[in-house]
């Protein structure tokens, strides 16, 4: 795919050299932000006949690390970009990964974060938001989201059936490129910023795009979610409804109980109930839509 301007140009306002990355490698474990992990609940999927492991992605300006999972031997599996949280593509991401690619996907989580620093290694909330999610051009991560699906393309997986997942952070991103990609077939959105502030990282939000919707989006919210509130969601319902057939071929579910980050099973805020519910509604979604 070519290459954004837009992305060319605010990558160009950023703090960093373009032709080296600060992350360059995945890690293991769990983003040190959430410890403890909630070791009771938190779920782990082994990699058993999977092909399961970090990878490399040609970007604009470098390579960017990513987290594949993909069954062993399979050919033309549907592709399911999984976009991570603030905490980039620590163990809960890939162990998303890992569910995906067991029921026949291949699911690739790109390292978003890379050019910007690594938010597994700080133990602050407030400082991943203010030296490296805040920081984060959203019209880069649309060109790293383009090479991804390339890269899957050139692999021999099947993005003909393409679909998007994200949380929180990644939530919000699953609604702008739904917005953006003709090819996509499905998003999923669970909990992402409907409304924010706009500036040169973060020019427009999901209520704006609405109307741009190119594939029908799922969002799957809490009732309690204290960052995201009802009114906004009402307002994102009104916005789809005045939007093409994508736009009013997406639906918003609440989840009335339910914090933020209810599927993150390995954080006090996980619901299992409501996080389970959330997983069967998305793969349904995903089958509705032909992925």
């Known amino acids: 795919?070519?290459?954004?301007?837009?992305?060319?140009?605010l990558v160009g306002q950023a703090s960093f050299?373009?032709?080296s990355f600060l992350v360059t490698a995945l890690g293991a474990g769990f983003a040190l932000a959430t410890q403890p992990v909630m070791a009771q609940t938190a779920i782990s999927t082994d990699a058993d006949g999977l092909l399961a492991g970090e990878v490399k992605v040609p970007v604009a300006d470098g390579e960017m690390a990513a987290y594949r999972a993909v069954p062993q031997g399979a050919t033309k599996a549907p592709v399911v970009l999984v976009v991570s949280e603030i905490f980039g593509v620590h163990e809960y991401i890939r162990d998303v990964c890992r569910r995906l690619a067991k029921l026949g996907y291949c699911a690739i989580a790109p390292e978003l974060f890379a050019r910007q620093g690594d938010p597994r290694t700080i133990t602050s909330i407030p400082?991943?938001?203010e030296k490296i999610t805040n920081r984060t051009p959203d019209a880069q991560v649309m060109g790293d989201l383009d090479a991804t699906v390339?890269?899957?393309a050139a692999r021999g997986a099947d993005t003909t059936r393409l679909a998007i997942t994200g949380f929180c952070w990644g939530g919000r991103i699953s609604w702008l490129y739904a917005a953006r990609n003709p090819q996509l077939k499905a998003a999923v959105a669970w909990?992402?910023?409907?409304?924010?502030?706009?500036?040169?990282f973060t020019p427009r939000h999901p209520t704006e795009l609405a109307g741009e919707l190119k594939a029908p989006v799922l969002g799957l919210y809490g009732g309690l979610d204290s960052g995201i509130p009802l009114e906004t969601i009402d307002g994102m319902e009104a916005a789809l409804k005045k939007g093409g057939t994508a736009a009013q071929a997406s639906v918003i579910h609440v989840y009335d109980n339910a914090p933020h980050a209810f599927h993150a099973d390995y954080r006090p805020s996980y619901r299992k109930e409501d996080a389970e519910d959330g997983w069967q509604r998305m793969l349904a979604w995903f089958r509705k839509n032909g992925v």
Do not use: C, H, K
Request: hydrophobic residues 40%.
């Open 1 to 9: 795919m070519q290459t954004d301007p837009e992305f060319a140009s």
């Open 17 to 19: 050299d373009r032709r």
């Open 127 to 129: 400082e991943i938001l």
């Open 191 to 200: 909990y992402g910023r409907l409304v924010g502030v706009s500036n040169e």
């Open 150 to 152: 390339a890269w899957a």
